[in-house]
Every structure is written in structure tokens, then in C-alpha cells.
């Protein structure tokens, strides 16, 4: 059980008005908010801990420095690394996807195979799509069905002694399908293919063990696990980040310059050059403990009765068309009311003081499925409550009203 009061009073930012409304804010699969803790850090980190990491011998960059390392450590618990040396410091889940897709790229050989599924977010398809290009490689299409579920064996059908690597994500942004990872790494490991997990959508909202999943490479953004915007988290085994070649160079990334030759530095400063975020790490790594401490299995229970009780009430609403019915679901709702377009919808939703996200949500091909162009979603976080529910269910009633339908 969560202490919903105690989490509403962390976020100040829930007792906005919105045109005279109380925000009932429903956009956590876009990005969430920040509880104190995190703006605090961030607050803290730039008035008494200021200093680039790393090259100083003077104490306040030491102190920045020790912040930022222990906040790697931070990150290694929470996923469960093995090593802290696994654990690369990126912009967010869009940059640690095109620095695998850059730098695995590199090792691709023409006729190569590289697989995704049919419901990825863009930052999951593009980059791929650069680098087949770019290598004269295939990108396979691992197709979704009416529920938005994979098949597995559709995946062993699609693999062949010329696939190189399997990128899926680990939970829809848009169909909430959870997919059933580990066995698709599992699978995978069995013909020798490494699996790259795109955890933008799960690392916030159940607990996720690299190790447990035997996951090759896992991608994650700050900004959608209560933490700040421009940080995230790239993890990779050692055997595979040692492997593939640096994907920015620069400071940091070195170990010595001579203009005959370079040597790079050891995991994972390797594959993070120039200054690091280290005010973002830290303060990351404040939301990551602020999750720790409410528990990411009571996360997880909260979030899936939102999501079992917004799917009821939703459902009795006439005209109701959800997407996306896998058995294993994330928090949240994707759908469509009778002939109502989704901006229309999210107009006048947004003109109640709702804030829930419409269109195709970053994935194309899924919205193509359906052969729709966008949905309405509803995305749920730790703060949201069956009453705001019951907000946005009685929104969309006057929305219903407002075009006859
Ligand atoms: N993958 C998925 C499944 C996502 O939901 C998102 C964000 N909507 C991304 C990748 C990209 O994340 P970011 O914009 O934080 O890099």
C-alpha cells in the first residue's frame, strides 16, 4: 500500500489550476513530475556542490565528483547491475538507443538482420533504420496482433544465422503491453544474439533486474522516473560495451592523446564524453532512492488497480474503443470514443484542467495496425487516485455530449 496524501504533498506542481480546475495531470507516460527530493537535489547540487567531475584536485570537485559516482552506484542497485562500470550516463532512453544502433552499427556487415517490434516507439525504429542503411543491413519486423502482443514464435521464426541483435521494448507507451522479455532473451541467447530492452516504459513502474532478465543493453530516461529532464541511463554488459567502439569523442572519453594515435578510457567514461550531467545524475539518483523508499512492488499494485478500474469505467462508456489488451499490462490507457477525434477529445479534456496526451504517441507503425492515426491516452504515476479517474470518465462525458454522440 502507498501513502497516496504523503506522495500528493512531494509534488507541488498537482495543486496547479488549470483554467479553473484542479490539474488532474495524466500525461506520466510522456513525462512525470518531480517530487521535492529531486528539485531540491537539483537546487542543493547548484548551490553547494557546483564543479566539473572528475579532473579537479580541489575539494568542491571532489565533492561533485563523489555525488556523481555515488549516483551511478544508485542506478546500478536500482536495475540490479552487476557493475557500476556497466552503467553509462546518457541524455535519455533516445540517446542510449542511437548509441547502441551507432556503435553496434559498426560491427554490421552487409545482409545482416536486426529485429524490433511492430509497437516500438520511434527511438527504437529510426536509429536501426539509419544504420541498416548505412551498413547495407535489414531491419525485421517482429508483428503485433489485435491485442498488441508479440508471438514468440514468430520471433524463432524470424531468427536466422544472420540476425545480429533483437531491440524491443519492455512495455508499450502506447498499447501498455508488457512483453515478455526474459523469454524473448531467452530465445535470443540461444542462437548467440544479444537483446537491447527499451525500459522507458517500465523502469518507472515495476521492478526491473538486469540480471535477472539477462539483458544485454537497457535504456531508461530520468525525466519519466520522477528525476530531471536530459539525464538517462544506458546499461550494457561489460563483454558487449567493451567490445563496441566510442560513440562521441572528446574529454572524458580518453586515456591518452598523441596526434598518432588515442587510447580510450576504461568503461564506462568510454562512452561518455565531455562534461557529464552530473547535477541530473545526482538528482536522478534522488528520485531513484524516493522510489526505493515507496517500494517499486507497491508502485506497481497502485498503478495496476488505476489502470484496472480506469479500463472498467472507460469501458462502460459508450462507443469506447481501448487499444491495446495484452494479458500483461502496463498504467496505461490508450483509446478513441465512437467518431471523435483524438485532438478534439484532448481540447476539451485539457479545457477541464485534464492533461492526457493525443495523436500517434511516437509510434507510426502501431497507429498504422490499427490503421488509425492517433489515440487518447490516459497514463498513470504513483499521485494519480481512482477520483481523478472519475474526473476524466465524467470529461469525457461532456466531451460525448458536446459532439452528440
Ligand atoms: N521509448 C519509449 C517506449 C518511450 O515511451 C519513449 C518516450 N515517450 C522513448 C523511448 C523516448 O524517451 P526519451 O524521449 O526520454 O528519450
Not at 520511434?122 to 503485433?144: D, F, T, Y
Not at 483524438?342 to 497507429?367: E, F
Request: charged share 25%.
Amino acid at each position: 500500500m502507498i501513502n497516496i496524501e504523503k506522495i500528493r504533498a512531494d509534488f507541488p506542481i498537482l495543486n496547479e489550476q488549470v483554467y479553473g480546475h484542479k490539474l488532474v495531470y495524466l500525461d506520466n507516460a510522456a513525462t512525470t513530475q518531480k517530487p521535492k527530493p529531486v528539485v531540491e537535489s537539483i537546487v542543493n547540487g547548484y548551490y553547494h556542490k557546483n564543479a566539473n567531475v572528475h579532473r579537479g584536485v580541489h575539494w568542491l570537485s571532489q565533492e561533485a565528483t563523489e555525488a556523481h559516482e555515488a549516483a551511478r552506484e544508485t542506478v546500478r542497485k536500482f536495475i540490479n547491475a552487476e557493475k557500476t562500470s556497466e552503467i553509462i550516463f546518457t541524455r535519455g532512453t533516445t540517446e542510449s538507443l542511437n548509441i547502441v544502433a551507432a556503435t553496434f552499427g559498426e560491427l554490421l556487415s552487409e545482409g545482416d538482420e536486426i529485429i524490433v517490434s511492430q509497437m516500438e516507439h520511434h527511438s527504437n525504429i529510426v536509429p536501426w533504420q539509419l544504420v541498416c542503411e548505412k551498413k547495407g543491413a535489414r531491419l525485421v519486423m517482429l508483428p503485433i496482433d489485435n491485442n498488441g502482443e508479440i508471438s514468440l514464435e514468430t520471433l524463432k521464426e524470424l531468427i536466422n544465422e544472420k540476425t545480429r541483435l533483437v531491440s524491443i521494448a519492455h512495455a508499450s507507451n502506447t498499447l501498455a503491453t508488457v512483453n515478455p522479455v526474459k523469454e524473448v532473451i531467452s530465445i535470443a541467447h540461444e542462437n548467440g544474439i544479444p537483446v537491447m530492452i527499451d525500459g522507458a516504459q517500465s523502469v518507472p513502474h515495476f521492478k526491473v533486474d538486469v540480471q535477472e532478465l539477462d539483458a544485454d543493453f537497457l535504456a531508461f530516461s530520468g525525466h519519466k522516473i520522477y528525476g530531471p529532464t536530459g539525464i538517462g541511463v544506458l546499461y550494457g554488459k561489460e563483454k558487449w560495451l567493451d567490445k563496441l567502439p566510442p560513440y562521441q569523442a572528446g574529454g572524458e572519453m580518453i586515456d591518452k592523446v598523441t596526434f598518432e594515435k588515442t587510447t580510450f578510457n576504461v568503461l564506462p567514461y568510454k562512452f561518455e564524453a565531455g562534461t557529464p550531467d552530473f547535477i541530473g545524475s545526482t538528482s536522478l539518483a534522488a528520485a531513484l532512492d524516493y522510489m526505493t523508499a515507496i517500494g517499486m512492488d507497491n508502485v506497481e499494485e497502485h498503478e495496476r488497480e488505476l489502470v484496472e478500474y480506469a479500463t472498467k469505467k472507460l469501458n462502460e462508456i459508450e462507443g469506447m474503443r481501448i487499444y491495446g489488451n495484452a494479458k500483461k499490462r502496463s498504467g496505461l490507457v490508450s483509446f478513441l470514443v465512437s467518431d471523435i477525434h483524438p485532438y478534439d477529445m484532448g481540447t476539451i479534456l485539457d479545457k477541464l484542467g485534464i492533461a492526457v496526451r493525443t495523436g500517434h504517441h511516437c509510434a507510426q507503425p502501431t497507429m498504422d495496425f490499427f490503421g488509425i492515426e492517433g489515440t487518447v491516452r490516459a497514463s498513470f504515476g504513483i499521485y494519480n487516485t481512482k477520483e481523478e479517474i472519475d474526473i476524466l470518465v465524467n470529461g469525457i462525458a461532456r466531451a460525448k455530449k458536446l459532439f452528440h454522440k
